[in-house]
């Protein structure tokens, strides 16, 4: 397989597993991953932005997926959901090299700083509640996403070498 079409599978991948988990906790789990308190377990996937520059664009692909195939997204959320993800990830991905003691610290606090300011900006348009109260609630959650299910995922990929997935 050639290394273009690797990143384009490897891309494609991610977005179809962002999609289909964020489906699957919304079915579980009703409104979870929606409005301003959410914990979009995948969102952890935002970690592999440190392994593969695939899943800048898979990332963004499934997240803006979501968003459009979703009925109680809001309509801004196509928009300003999947530019939160685009720089969050292309941040990740330029910061992965930059650590303390090993963790990516800067890079996995851009999620919740990219999506709690345009997500939150968005929310407040939308429902009102002020930008700094949405804005707060997204970052939480991001954190609290990354913090988590990321860092299990970032520990994992990392310390059984795993990230071989992305060669």
């Known amino acids: 397989m050639t290394k273009k079409s690797r990143f384009i599978t490897h891309a494609a991948l991610i977005a179809a597993l962002y999609v289909t988990l964020t489906y699957l906790q919304n079915m579980l789990i009703p409104d979870s991953a929606t409005w301003a308190i959410q914990f979009r377990a995948s969102e952890a996937l935002c970690v ?63 999620p919740a700083l990219f999506n709690g300011i345009l997500v939150g900006l968005e929310l407040a348009v939308y429902i009102g509640g002020g930008f700094w109260l949405n804005a707060l609630y997204v970052a939480v ?16 990929l990392n310390t059984r070498k795993l990230q071989n997935l992305f060669d």
């Open 48 to 110: 592999l932005a440190l392994f593969t520059p695939a899943a800048i664009p898979g990332l963004s692909i499934g997240c803006f997926l979501f968003n459009l195939s979703y009925s109680a997204a809001l309509p801004l959320d196509t928009v300003l959901g999947t530019a939160a993800t685009v720089l969050a990830t292309l941040g990740m991905y330029h910061c992965r090299n930059l650590t303390v003691k090993g963790y990516p610290l800067l890079a996995m606090l851009l």
């Open 141 to 156: 959650g991001e954190l609290a996403v990354l913090a988590t299910l990321g860092s299990v995922l970032f520990y994992a």
